[in-house]
């Protein structure tokens, strides 16, 4: 069963650089209402894009809601809806969503695929795992927001572009707030995967090297969320960091926003739930 609202358009992009998967679908949401001309609009990009909008698209039959959810803000508050653009991962995602945190090459002799049975026994997992983020961002910046930027009515500045993702997309998103910020206003990082280094490291050591020369940008917006009940509990620990490094040394307390919920697991409903009240505390909105 459908469960899309608003219109959406699918783009085939090919990306060589990628080792899996190369044609790529780019999901391209607007809403009903949206007009080729007049005001530009902002755009949020968005990891695992085939989650986003349809429960018959998503991995696990569960959608972000991002399409609900905006259409209920544009409708009971007047809010102006994002054109979201979802990237469609791959097979070999946990590499594309690895960010390069280090140098070293102990991620690429670790034998994941008891780890990826337990997560997903349909998933094989062909290629030795690297850290391949930069690909992802190749892709992003030079492919698909050039595309959108030519062949849409949005803005084309910083300032109007907005990413986020979950899990190992949510790291992505963490990375991005650090090393990108002259690309993006608004970073949705929910769930942020660095247990992932930690089950292959059996240390701490990429999330203590990123977080020892990591600063908040008060110019820029993060919204972070976590839940806690089994696979999700081992996400607990670097939420309450961002969450107590911000409070410490943000000046402005409408930069960050901050959603837990002990009782949600490690999906889309927890993050269908955070985005809505992500975008309420965004606006200003008492939910």
Partial sequence: MRTLKGKLDVVKF????????????????????????????DVLYMFD?????DCKTASYHMEWCIDETLLKYQEKYKVRPYIVVGLDCGKDRLSEYFPNFVTDEKFS???????????KKSFEHKFGLKQRGDVTFDFLFNEVIPYIE??????????HRHIGGSSMGGLMTIYAYENYTDMFNTYFAYSIAFNVPYLIAKSDEVFEQFVKNFKCHDDKRICLCVGGVEYESTFV?????FKSYFLTHSS??????FYKDSNMEHNEKQWAVAFDKSIAFLNNIKE
Avoid: C
């Avoid at 894009?49 to 909008?53: R, T």
């Avoid at 030519?150 to 300032?159: G, L, R, S």
């Fill in 14 to 41: 090919k990306f060589d650089k990628f080792r899996a998967n190369k044609k790529r679908k780019v999901r391209i949401w607007m809403p009903y209402d949206y007009k080729s001309d007049g005001e530009p609009y």
């Fill in 49 to 53: 894009g085939n989650n986003l909008f």
């Fill in 109 to 119: 002799t670790f034998d994941i695929s008891n780890f990826l049975l337990n997560r």
């Fill in 150 to 159: 030519k062949n849409y009515n949005v803005h084309k500045d910083a300032a």
């Fill in 237 to 241: 620990k670097y939420f309450d960091y």
């Fill in 252 to 257: 402005n307390p409408k930069s960050y926003f």
